[in-house]
């Protein structure tokens, strides 16, 4: 029904910036454009929790922790949903999953590491 693709994660230093990337491409016949698009991450020994999601219409929403510092969008004519993450501290560290909101598929996730 549902394939994401996310890219982008790495290594960087506190107070670096990173751009994730995710590829969608869904099956059901409904364009992209119609579904809300969400990330999540999950560190170490922790739950998978909600950091950011974009409606169709492109309302934004954010987990308290990232406000200010990271920024969702969407590419409706190229099926991706970017986070620029700036400032960023060593609690950001965790694998980040892109989803639509509609479905339960996740992608395999990228792996983000802020650390000296």
């Known amino acids: 029904q549902v394939q994401l693709v996310e890219s982008g994660g790495g290594l960087v230093q506190p107070g670096g910036s990173l751009t994730l990337s995710c590829s969608v491409s869904?099956?059901?016949?409904?364009?992209?454009?119609?579904?809300?698009a969400a990330w999540y991450r999950q560190g170490l020994g922790k739950e998978r929790e909600l950091v950011a999601s974009?409606?169709?219409?492109?309302?934004?929403n954010y987990v308290d922790a990232v406000k200010g510092r990271f920024t969702i969008s969407r590419d409706n004519a190229k099926n991706t949903v970017s986070l620029q993450m700036n400032s960023l501290k060593p609690d950001d560290t965790a694998v980040y999953y892109c989803?639509?909101?509609?479905?339960?598929?996740w992608g395999q996730g990228t792996q983000v590491t802020v650390s000296l």
């Open positions: 869904v099956t059901t016949g409904t364009p992209f454009k119609f579904f809300d």
């Open positions: 974009i409606s169709p219409l492109g309302n934004k």
């Open positions: 989803k639509l909101l509609v479905f339960e598929s």
